[in-house]
């Protein structure tokens, strides 16, 4: 069939807006997926989702390089045990300043940091590697890490207000390889393991200056394997300098 010269333009024209449209579609759906992956979830504004990627790294990458700095801490000067508010400071590097966990009791921290870091607190979490010589394959070292987070109950609060739903940020790492120093809180021998990481993490978006109060709870009791159960309480005073 032969088009008319209007019947052509009419075609051509409804041509260019499909791909017009198509191309406005596709440039939105690029620019929500980038959206997502830098910016905090739905659930609790100013916190990174576990899909997310802050920085350009994804949110599993950044749990296995806060177990990386808790093993590089020297013993004496790691902020987990007899904390001391310049421990805060050790170790702290890049855009994001990890905040240790506590293991039992309650405890109040002062930390001060830079305007402009993320912060990634620890609530709930474990790591194990094939350091250990019971740990015969990557199975063995997934069911290692994960286990004692189980039966798991935990809650935080910034600033007085309740972090929603916070069982959902519980993820794993992945496989990574985990330098272990000879000086580390976990007294494990020195080198290079292949190692998972599981648990639950806060990892906020840069705080405006001024003081903010971090709380955070955490509560195991493990009916099958007691060993893992424990209890701890700690806040956490934040000052953010500019």
Not at 147 to 162: F, I, R
């Amino acid at each position: 069939m032969k088009l008319s010269k209007r019947e052509r333009h009419s075609t051509q024209a409804q041509t260019y807006r499909c791909v017009f449209l198509l191309s406005v579609i596709t440039l939105a759906l690029a620019v929500a997926s980038s959206t997502n992956i830098v910016r905090g979830d739905n659930i609790n504004p100013g916190i990174y989702s576990t899909l997310s990627a802050p920085y350009g790294i994804p949110y599993q990458q950044w749990i296995a390089k806060y177990w990386q700095w808790d093993f590089s801490v020297p013993k004496a000067q790691h902020p987990r045990d007899n904390y001391t508010p310049e421990k805060c400071a050790n170790g702290q590097q890049g855009p994001v300043w990890f905040l240790s966990e506590s293991l039992s009791g309650t405890q109040e921290r002062t930390c001060t940091i830079p305007a402009g870091k993320s912060i990634l607190a620890a609530v709930l979490t474990g790591e194990c590697d094939r350091s250990d010589p019971t740990l015969q394959n990557d199975q063995d070292v997934r069911k290692c890490a994960t286990e004692g987070n189980d039966y798991g109950v935990v809650s935080a609060t910034l600033d007085g207000v309740p972090i929603k739903n916070l069982d959902q940020y519980r993820t794993d790492s992945g496989y990574f390889n985990l330098t272990v120093p000879a000086d580390n809180i976990f007294n494990e021998p020195p080198g290079t393991y292949r190692a998972f990481v599981n648990g639950i993490f806060v990892f906020l978006e840069p705080l405006h200056s001024g003081t903010h109060d971090l709380d955070l709870k955490v509560s195991v009791q493990n009916p099958i394997k007691p060993q893992y159960s424990y209890a701890a309480e700690w806040k956490y005073h934040l000052i953010v300098k500019p």
